[in-house]
């Protein structure tokens, strides 16, 4: 007989473990399903034939409404610190892992549907999600990818047909996430926290070898698997910082392993600069702040080192002590990496210690005078060259106080070597134009839920799908809000 190459290479990993780290579960099916998009170049780059997504056949996969073969359909389960507390039991309570794809250079990637339906970790929530939250986390996903962060990826996003029920009856939406894997610190922390130590080996071995098999290689495997997550993590909050963004739910079931950013909840990218800014509707105490993430990011840390203790050293005061140096490291890190990230942002490419005050002063006056964050590194993107008054110029205020910092910047610019033209092409390829403001993302969902308009949300995909491009023709999508369309709290995705 003959046999049909499979429109997708499952190749199941996570599912091969004991069962005690998922329960097996199909998605639930929707009543009536319709594309909203592919993303082609990533299905592209998994070996998926982005034709066949779009086919009925491919929708239904999409959707949940057909395994596909080869897929072994999966809820797998976690805890986590939200907010600082205890969460003992969560779990994929919306999403189900369809399986694992090894794509052309042999990189597996988690295959999930999310919205796809109750599961045994629901904790009495429907299973779903709504439109408006799905073609956010489409939009700010595809949009840190394009800005070279580290993230889960959407490879398609369809509406169900059904309603969910929130406070208002909203259409729901499924989409397909892509990740390096799922496997979070509250991953760990559910094995930990239930004194299971054979799990808590096998996950790490699972982690070692699916994301840092270098690590295996090192006389203590565990602490250089630890090590290579501090430093992912410092890399990763880092590139947040430089870029503005505030992540608003950094949970510890929200960190994962590969040092991918997850879950597009209450985030939101800053326009006017300040250090305090919180957008989450649920962060009432601003724990989450834009200033506070590097911190949080080490409290999470501290919470996936104190679980591998077991795993550092038989000496329990030894393995402590291992863990501690590791953390140790973790700002001194991200600290590096933003202040390199940072110089080059203002288009110094040998740094040299006063710069770090250069920095900060811009940094204040920002703060001071209420200046757009992405904006102002554009518009010094644009001086470093020829004005050719095609730039963004126009679309910003300046202070006195920052025309007098223009002058130190411009004195210190003489000491570096590089030509204008190398300058400017560097500082254009670091420093975006277009963010997914969420004032924009407010405006497509509307649209989309309001008149089943997608013409919008397609659009600002596709411009952001090339976000250091600047054309004066969409200047639109460059501004600042005005202050009648500045969104304040962003709310998360259930
Ligand atoms: P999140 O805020 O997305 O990080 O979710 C926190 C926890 O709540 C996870 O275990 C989710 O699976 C679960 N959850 C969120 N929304 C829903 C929903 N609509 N139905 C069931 N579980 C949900
Ligand atoms: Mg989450």
Redesign the pocket.
Known sequence: MLKTKPHINFDNSYSRLPGQFYTRQNPVPVSAPSLIRVNHALAEKLGIDPIWLESEEGIATVTGNKVPVGGDPIATVYAGHQFGGWSPQ??????ILLGEILDKENQRYDFQLKGSG?TP???G????ASLGPILREYIVSEAMAAFHIPTTRILAAAATGDHVYRQNILPGAILVRIAKSHIRIGTFEFFSSRNDQESLRILTDHVIQRHYPEAAKHENPVLAMLDAVIENQAHLISSWQQIGFIHG?M?T??VLLSGETI?Y?PCAFMDEYHPETVFSSIDRNGRYAYENQPAIGRWNLIQLAQVLIPLLDKDPEKATELAQESIIKYISLLTKSYQNGMTLKLGICNAMTDDIKLIKDLLDIMAEDKMDYTLTFRYLSDLAGDDTGKGVGNLVTLSEKFSSWLDRWRKRLVLDAQTSIQRQARMYAKNPVFIPRNHLIEEIIQAAVEDGDFHPFHQLVDILNHPFEYKSALKKYALAPRPEQVVHETF???
Not at 90 to 95: C, E, P, S, T, Y
């Open positions: 969560l779990g994929d309570g919306r999403a109750p970790y629901s904790r929530g429907d299973g779903r739910v949970n079931d929200n879950d909840g998360c995705g259930t």
